[in-house]
């Protein structure tokens, strides 16, 4: 699922004293997206116009990434990916299904999962299987992947599920695979910031590094989103690449 890039994050409420995490609801973030449209401009909160610049860096930063992790092909197709997170398929559509031979998706909000099955890519034969879910719940199996993609999706959950789902990517990549999260990054001085109106968290930078290091990861690469419109106003956007600790 796609996250409110473009939010501040903050409350108009009166600060809870319970951590920012603490306050997710995911049938809050399931109703909040099920009434946006299944459209580019939905799943980027009305700024479609941002979408081929996201792509293009996404597209950069992975091709970056791959050269660091030591057999992976720094070139071709990788065998299997998935997306995490993965809405009406914009990602896989224009990036991962041109990386991939094959793109699994996992998307709770049932009306975009929809639009996966019987949109293009389904018949192109890019799309694999197509999960109903929330990552929260995502159990791989017995796939191995060479890349699984988290953008706009981790702000749902909460810390302590956002490591365990990093344990549970771990345990199911290749040799050489890598994991990427995208998220928005929070530079409030409070630290993480809830927003009460899609039940989300906008977490820190630095709070990334300590769950991703909880998880077993490692940080391989990370980098700024750079080229969206300065008069937009929007909010830092990060990559992360990860790697399994020996």
């Not at 108009?12 to 099920?34: F, H, L």
């Not at 030591?70 to 809405?87: E, F, I, M, S």
């Amino acid at each position: 699922m796609p996250t409110k890039v473009f939010s501040s994050g903050a409350s108009d409420n009166a600060p809870s004293t319970k951590p920012a995490d603490a306050q997710i609801d995911q049938v809050i973030t399931v109703k909040y997206w099920s009434d946006k449209p299944a459209t580019v401009n939905g799943m980027l909160g009305g700024y479609a116009q941002v979408s081929r610049t996201d792509l293009q860096g996404s597209r950069n930063f992975l091709a970056k990434a791959r050269r660091l992790v030591p057999g992976c092909p720094a070139t071709g197709k990788l065998q299997r990916g998935v997306d995490c997170g993965a809405g009406i398929g914009r990602v896989i559509k224009d990036f991962l299904g041109q990386v991939c031979e094959v793109v699994d998706a996992v998307e709770p909000v049932e009306k975009f999962s929809r639009a996966l099955r019987e949109g293009p890519l389904m018949k192109k034969g890019v799309l694999g299987e197509v999960l109903t879910f929330g990552i929260e719940d995502w159990v791989p199996g017995e796939k191995k992947y060479d890349l699984i993609w988290a953008q706009w999706s981790v702000p749902y959950i909460t810390d302590l599920q956002l490591v365990e789902f990093l344990v549970r990517c771990r345990g199911a990549l290749t040799d050489t695979g890598i994991v990427v999260i995208k998220e928005n990054i929070s530079a409030d001085s409070e630290g993480d910031v809830y927003d009460e109106s899609e039940s989300s968290v906008t977490r820190t930078d630095q709070k990334f590094r300590k769950l991703f290091g909880e998880a077993g990861m490692i940080l391989i690469l990370s980098e700024v989103q750079s080229g969206f419109p300065r008069h937009l106003g929007l909010m830092p956007v990060k990559s992360y690449a990860l790697h399994p600790k020996n």
